[in-house]
């Protein structure tokens, strides 16, 4: 097997972590953003715990996964925006045109937001066990499970939204208002029992909805209550992937005559 699809993978991966090290203030942000929500929700929804129905669970364990399922909607539009990047920077039609496939520059860009995004979770719910106690007992193979999932969905439904958005400006309001209405109806902000009924009708179209759901069984239920939050997190994350890959497709396909031209153009000779 040829070594240059591997090769060309891991300098756009490379290239993609130099980009997010250069600015990493809004991941960083929204983080200690996280970190600091985490503390003062705590007795709010420890209290909270008294009055929603189903079973007791101590308010580290909402106040963790509803900062960790929210923030990590917000640091999608970081990624999305970084794909964006390329677009407004008129960088990704020579992308397209190189010899890399469609589905090479796409990892390569993919891979490090999705570590960036994962790292975010783990600092998160490490916060929540070092200074709260935080214990999942499901296990920690099943925490980890469902951030992993989690972080790949968020990252393949921005990954969908970036090749949807048309300009930065767009990007980032579409993105803001979509990460807070995902929150709320999720139940990342006020517990779904709390919401208002035609909320609690529409909260299954959110996919924070089935991240606080997998976070839910982690950390207070049992494995067997993984199974289906996590099939339909995989499905959001097929949706997103599916339509990066339709509109990325057709971008591709009108960059291959660009790419046949510079591949079959004499050499002009003095």
Request: charged share 10%.
């Amino acid at each position: 097997m040829s070594r240059q699809p591997a090769t060309r993978l891991a300098a756009e991966a490379r290239h993609q972590t130099v980009l997010i090290a250069r600015d990493p203030g809004p991941m960083i942000g929204y983080t200690v953003m996280g970190l600091l929500l985490i503390t003062a929700t705590r007795p709010l929804y420890t209290a909270l715990g008294t009055v929603i129905p189903g079973p007791p669970s101590a308010g580290i364990d909402q106040a963790a996964a509803g900062m960790a399922v929210m923030f990590s909607l917000f640091a999608l539009k970081v990624g999305a925006a970084h794909l964006l990047n390329e677009r407004t920077w008129h960088t990704w039609e020579r992308l397209l045109a190189s010899p890399a496939g469609f589905g090479e520059i796409l990892a390569g860009k993919a891979l490090p937001i999705f570590i960036a995004i994962a790292a975010q979770q783990a600092l998160l719910f490490g916060f929540a066990t070092a200074a709260f106690g935080l214990h999942p007992r499901a296990g920690w193979w099943a925490l980890a499970a469902c951030a992993l999932a989690w972080s790949a969905c968020v990252l393949l439904l921005g990954s969908g939204a970036s090749t949807l958005a048309r300009s930065p400006a767009q990007l980032s309001a579409a993105g803001d208002i979509v990460a807070l209405l995902t929150s709320v109806l999720g139940g990342a902000i006020i517990p779904v029992p709390l919401l208002p009924g035609w909320l609690r009708d529409i909260a299954p179209a959110s996919p924070g909805y089935w991240a606080l759901n997998a976070y839910r069984a982690a950390l207070t239920g049992t494995p067997s209550q993984l199974g289906r939050p996590l099939l339909v997190l995989g499905a959001f994350a097929l949706a997103g992937a599916g339509i990066a890959a339709l509109i990325g497709a057709s971008q591709h396909s009108t960059a291959l005559p660009v790419r046949r031209q510079r591949r079959t153009r004499p050499e002009l000779t003095g």
